[in-house]
């Protein structure tokens, strides 16, 4: 058995002392705890495996993809087991441990400069570019995190996960996107679960393009690419909100020192938000969110520093 039977049934773990009285209570599903400490474990082995299993994809050949480094790192590790290669493009503007991870996990790293160490729609422009030319030039694989149909069904599983732990008693479900393709298979698996709470879709305020149409910079890695997230379904949306990027970082020392959960930006939006639906929802409702992934990496960063 190999390392990739690690990935998911992770924790769901109940927050206690952040969460204000008279609030309803605020879960998160740890997603850490998955071998390269992230919920992209998920996807990039979903991707893969139905790549190889309709021969798309062969032992020895070589997958490309943009990516601030988790989604790099799950896909180099589930091709180090799987006897694939990887290049990824990615850029100084993420964290230097994610990186490295790439490189540790025996993948390739090609950087593109951030002019001003921020996440922007021009830097993820540039990237992109970078991964069409050489899987034109080179004939490399397109993993294509942003449109592959395997995508949101890789994560269904975490919505059923979510359902069983919660014995189906949930209120509101919120997450920050990306690709939406997260948000959009957990819903999936908490509805075929029979559970249908509303659903939230997070944003940074720096960079609001669902709530006001315009992207912008901002250093929450992972989310918030500057474009509508392509698998996001606003029909199963309740409501967009937009919270504070600062307010995120604050949140993940707090959660750090309150509550142990080390986890990184994206994780801290999530639960500024579930607890602002706590507060609004009240006393005997659950509000469960999830963070993205373990924290460690992001030690050498502007979070914790």
């Not at 998160?28 to 139905?50: C, H, L, Q, W």
């Not at 091709?79 to 996990?105: D, E, N």
């Not at 080390?262 to 706590?278: F, Q």
């Amino acid at each position: 058995m190999s390392l990739i039977a690690a990935i998911g049934r992770t924790p769901l773990v109940r927050l206690d002392s952040i969460v204000p009285a008279n609030s309803a209570e605020v879960w998160v599903k740890f997603e850490g705890d998955n071998p390269t400490g992230s919920y992209k474990d998920r996807m990039a082995f979903g991707v893969i495996s139905k790549a190889l299993d309709r021969g798309d994809l062969k032992v020895g050949d070589r997958i490309c993809e943009y990516t601030g480094g988790s989604t790099g790192t799950s896909i180099a590790f589930v091709s180090s087991i799987l006897g694939l290669k990887f290049t990824a493009v990615t850029s100084t503007a993420f964290a230097a441990s994610k990186i490295q991870a790439i490189r540790t996990y025996g993948a390739d790293a090609l950087l593109v400069e951030s002019a001003d160490g921020t996440l922007n729609p021009d830097l993820f422009a540039r990237m992109e570019d970078r991964v069409r030319e050489l899987v034109a030039t080179e004939g490399f694989f397109y993993f294509d995190q942003f449109g592959s149909p395997d995508v949101r069904p890789s994560y269904a599983a975490m919505g059923a996960e979510i359902a069983e732990g919660m014995n189906g008693k949930i209120d509101a479900y919120c997450a920050a996107v990306g690709t939406g393709g997260s948000l959009m298979g957990t819903i999936d698996g908490l509805l075929d679960s029979g559970v249908n709470p509303d659903f939230y879709a997070l944003e940074p305020v720096q960079s609001p393009m669902l709530t006001t149409g315009t992207g912008g910079s901002h250093r929450v890695e992972g989310i918030a690419l500057g474009f509508v997230p392509p698998f996001l379904d606003m029909n199963l949306i309740k409501e967009v909100r937009a919270i504070d990027q600062e307010a995120g970082f604050e949140m993940c020392r707090t959660l750090a020192k309150q509550e142990g959960l080390l986890a990184g930006g994206s994780t801290g939006l999530n639960v500024v938000a579930a607890l602002d639906l706590a507060i609004q929802l009240g006393p005997g409702k659950r509000v469960v969110t999830v963070a993205c992934d373990n924290g460690i990496k992001y030690l050498g960063g502007h979070i914790y520093s």
